[in-house]
């Protein structure tokens, strides 16, 4: 059985940083692409970070870029997110997801197949 399970959100001011962790069991996490999403309130779920499955190819939303960093640990099936200056409209719930098998890399959320239930990110003003 496949499971994600995202954690490290919570309640932080804006300035403030955060580092989310999802980690990955019953799936060959170290050949498969890894992305970060964010669905707010009212909102579409949009894009934030991908990842290759080998760690070395990163891709960021442009609203994000520069603030996170996305990185993966395959010893320990496990892909992070830092986020620092956090702002309020980062505010969302946070999903990780596994792309196919052997699947180098994507940026198209049609290509990640299994899916976390998602951490809570709130950023005060």
């Known amino acids: 059985q496949v499971q994600l399970v995202e954690s490290g959100g919570g309640l932080v001011q804006t300035g403030d940083s955060l580092r989310l962790s999802c980690a990955a069991s019953g799936v060959t996490f170290s050949t498969r692409a890894m992305g970060w999403f964010r669905q707010a309130p009212g909102k579409e779920r949009e894009s934030v970070a991908f990842?290759?499955?080998?760690?070395?190819?990163?891709n960021y939303a442009s609203a994000v870029r520069g603030r996170c960093t996305i990185s993966r640990d395959n010893a320990k099936n496990t892909v992070y997110l830092q986020m620092n200056s956090l702002k309020p409209e980062d505010t969302a719930v946070y999903y990780c997801?596994?792309?196919?098998?052997?699947?180098?890399?994507?940026?198209?959320?049609?290509?990640?197949?299994?899916w976390g239930q998602g951490t809570q990110v709130t950023v005060s003003s």
């Open positions: 997801a596994a792309g196919a098998d052997r699947v180098y890399y994507s940026t198209r959320m049609q290509d990640y197949n299994y």
């Open positions: 990842i290759s499955f080998s760690g070395d190819t990163t």
